[in-house]
Every structure is written in C-alpha cells, then in structure tokens.
C-alpha cells in the first residue's frame, strides 16, 4: 500500500446519485489502474490510464468515468450507482507497462 | 482473447507441507505473468513475476513459480506452508495486444493452511 491511497475507504449510497472515488500516489508513476472486486469474478478492469488526460477502457467500463488531470491522482466517477456498481474499488499504479502493479487498500461502496 | 484461468476456488494444505496453486494463460507473444496475494481487507501485494530467462523465478515470503511454455502454466509453489500463508491468491497476466497496457486477472484461489 505504500505510496497509494484511496479515499473514501467505506461510502454507502443510493441509487441514482452520482460518486466518485480518490487514488492518489506519491511515488510519480505514469500507469494508474481502477479494478472492481467481486466474488467469483476475480479483478475486472474499469478503466486505466497512461499518462495525464490519456485513459481507456477496460473490460467493465459501462457506467463509469475516469480523469487523471495530474499524474498523482486518478478519479473514478459513476455518474448514476446502480446496485449493480455495489462492489469494492482498488486503484493500482505502476512504473511502466509490463512490471508489476502496486494497489491502494481498497474503497468498499455499497449502493442501496 | 487473452485469458488467465486459476482451476481451483480453494486449496488447503497442512502446515509443513509443500503448497500449489495453479494457473494457466492464454496470450499472444510472450507472456508477462504476475502472482500477487491479498490478506483479509487490504490490497492486492506483489509476490513475484516473470518476465523472460530463468523458469524458475524466486519471490517474497518464501514463494516461487515455475514457468512452463509448453504447458502456458505459472504455478505458484512453497516449499513449507505456513498458517500464516492463508490468503487469497491471484495469477496475472500482462496483455500484449499492441498499444495496450493492461493485466488480467484470474478469479483467485483461497488458500487456507491448516495447524
């Protein structure tokens, strides 16, 4: 965990009500990564980015956003939760393409 | 399309003994693989990774992973589990379609090693 942070760490919402998720990383790495947990399902990609204002999709993109304005935080936004998005969120960074990732400590967000 | 599979929900194994926890891949090119563990409410921690040479490659904790082309596995292996293993774990493999810089995840192995 060291070197990035998540914010919030626990949030409950309603449906229908726009959230958006922190990673912040002190260690100025050019790759950072947002991920859902889910039972059976492992870690699925949302959306990643290489570079400020460059991002792309992953595989679960649907019904998120992401901006990386400056290269030490990467914002994940669900313009509308779905009980569907109740899940929880680790953000990720690395060096470089192909090397390892280091992740935060996750954000739990349930959405009632 | 490229895939990592991990065939087992749950491995136990009794502490002292040898532990294996699977993983095959499916990938274009030569593959980047990745083993990482996370403990009970915390992050993904890197274990270990290949990236070319040695097959064998030696990680944190004691852990290392044999690299096999042939049979497109990366198990992970220990020679002396301890209780203190118990974890959830993750295979992982770098996507190497052009331009991208994405990993993809198995769906994890529990591994509980028992007293």
């Known amino acids: 965990d060291a070197g990035i942070t998540q914010s919030p760490r626990h949030k409950v919402t309603e449906t229908g009500t726009p959230v958006t998720l922190r990673c912040h990383q002190t260690?100025?790495?050019?790759?950072m990564y947002w991920y859902r947990q889910d039972p059976g399902h492992g870690l699925r990609l949302i959306h990643y980015s290489y570079g400020v204002k460059d991002t792309d999709k992953g595989e679960v993109s649907d019904g998120y956003s992401v901006s990386r304005s400056k290269t030490e935080d990467f914002l994940l936004t669900l313009e509308s939760a779905t009980s569907s998005q109740t899940s929880v969120y680790f953000c990720a960074m690395s060096r470089q393409g192909g090397v390892e990732q280091y992740f935060g400590p996750g954000t739990r967000l349930t959405v009632t | 399309a490229q895939s990592v599979a991990q065939p087992e929900d749950q491995v136990n194994v009794a502490e002292g003994n040898p532990l294996t926890v699977k993983c095959t891949y499916s990938?274009?090119?030569?593959?980047?693989l990745f083993w990482y563990v996370q403990y009970p409410n915390r992050g993904l921690q890197f274990l270990l990774k290949y990236i070319t040479g040695d097959n064998l490659v030696k990680g944190s904790y004691g852990f290392e992973a044999e690299f096999n082309k042939s049979q497109t596995s990366f198990h992970l292996k220990k020679p002396s589990a301890l209780v203190s293993d118990s974890a959830l774990y993750f295979c992982?493999?770098?996507?190497?379609?052009?331009?991208?810089?994405?990993?993809?995840f198995g769906t994890g192995t529990r591994l509980k090693v028992l007293a």
């Open positions: 992982a493999v770098r996507d190497n379609s052009p331009g991208t810089y994405k990993y993809i």
């Open positions: 260690e100025n790495h050019r790759y």
């Open positions: 990938v274009s090119g030569n593959p980047y």
